[in-house]
């Protein structure tokens, strides 16, 4: 069985800083992937940055030089958010590829999120 935990959300004023977490365990073999989305209010939802077991990173175009996500070797995925906007408020999801102990297949798995308002 897999767990996802997910921390750090909240209220933050526009320009300011949050420090997303999340943290994975149970029934994984290995990580192939793991990544932040997120889901404003009546819109559908939208990858945020995702990174590789590799180290490979990629990222939405609206978060560009704002956000970093990076891991470490605790099956732990941070995602460091400065310079926020009112338009980045959302409930943030993390979500995890990894290889189950059981079956040499790929799995997804999503977390059940946190929310981050960024409002004056």
């Known amino acids: 069985q897999v767990q996802l935990v997910e921390s750090g959300g909240g209220l933050v004023q526009p320009g300011g800083s949050l420090r997303l977490s999340c943290a994975a365990s149970?029934?994984?073999?290995?990580?192939?992937?793991m990544g932040w989305y997120r889901q404003a209010p009546g819109k559908q939802r939208e990858l945020v940055a995702t990174i590789t077991s590799g180290g490979s990173t990629d990222y939405a175009d609206s978060v560009k030089g704002r956000f970093t996500i990076s891991r470490d070797n605790a099956k732990t995925v941070y995602l460091q958010m400065n310079s926020l906007k009112p338009e980045d408020t959302a409930v943030y999801y993390c979500k995890l590829e990894y290889t189950s102990t059981w079956f040499d297949a790929p799995v997804d798995y999503w977390g059940k999120g946190t929310l981050v308002t960024v409002s004056s």
């Open positions: 149970g029934s994984i073999f290995s990580i192939n992937a």
